[in-house]
T-cell receptor, first 118, second 111 residues
Framework: GAVVSQHPSRVICKSGTSVKIECRSLDFQATTMFWYRQFPKQSLMLMATSNEGSKATYEQGVEKDKFLINHASLTLSTLTVTSAHPEDSSFYIC??????????????FGDGTRLSIL | DQQVKQNSPSLSVQEGRISILNCDYT??????FLWYKKYPAEGPTFLISISSIKDKNEDGRFTVFLNKSAKHLSLHIVPSQPGDSAVYFC??????????FGEGTQLTVNP
């Protein structure tokens, strides 16, 4: 079964709306979670690393004020797309490292959120 | 700068035959390489990984080969099954758990 739950799976909203996406680790604690963005037929691009109890680490070119990340607890990270515009329409996916840790261990991914801004 | 590249956007094979998916990388600091499988509207699921100190790792029908000198890895699926049809992503790890993904290859296995 799924070990990382992402909600909602699909959002359609008007331009200017802020959208919150939740990522939960279901049966393990995740001090670190990752947020990715995928454009059609392109790779998953890491946006930011979410750290429980501290500020998120953003990749170069990702606007911190646009994509707000809050790692409120050891099982929940949220990504808020503020004042979303059509160019923010994309597929957003979160992941959490496997509970056993280790650099080569797989990450568990949520099922993603398809965001469509009209 | 695309550090992990999958140059074939698509691959089509017959059921029962071998599927070979390729991946090239530029960063010699990558420690681990992983392959993920992704169905539409779902998140990627882990398939198999390989450490940079090895050249082969096998798990059932899936085998990953790593050629460090060529900075190239490949995923072999044999025999291929229609249920293997999906997008396959190659990913590499440097520091911590940060993953760098390739663009993906759409595999279609025809019955």
């Amino acid at each position: 079964g799924a070990v990382v739950s992402q909600h909602p799976s699909r959002v359609i909203c008007k331009s200017g709306t802020s959208v919150k996406i939740e990522c939960r680790s279901l049966d393990f604690q995740a001090t670190t979670m990752f947020w990715y963005r995928q454009f059609p037929k392109q790779s998953l691009m890491l946006m930011a690393t979410s750290n429980e109890g501290s500020k998120a680490t953003y990749e170069q070119g990702v606007e911190k004020d646009k994509f707000l990340i809050n790692h409120a607890s050891l099982t929940l990270s949220t990504l808020t797309v503020t004042s979303a515009h059509p160019e923010d329409s994309s597929f957003y996916i979160c992941s959490a490292p496997d509970r056993t840790g280790g650099q080569g261990q797989p990450q568990h991914f949520g099922d993603g959120t398809r965001l469509s801004i009209l | 700068d695309q550090q992990v590249k999958q140059n074939s956007p698509s691959l089509s094979v017959q059921e029962g035959r071998i599927s070979i998916l390729n991946c090239d990388y530029t960063n010699s600091m990558f420690d681990y390489f992983l392959w993920y499988k992704k169905y539409p509207a779902e998140g990627p699921t882990f398939l198999i990984s390989i450490s940079s100190i090895k050249d082969k790792n096998e798990d059932g029908r899936f085998t990953v080969f790593l050629n460090k000198s060529a900075k190239h890895l490949s995923l072999h699926i044999v025999p291929s099954q229609p249920g293997d049809s999906a997008v396959y992503f190659c990913a590499a790890v440097t520091s911590g758990s940060r993953l760098t993904f390739g663009e993906g290859t759409q595999l279609t296995v025809n019955p």
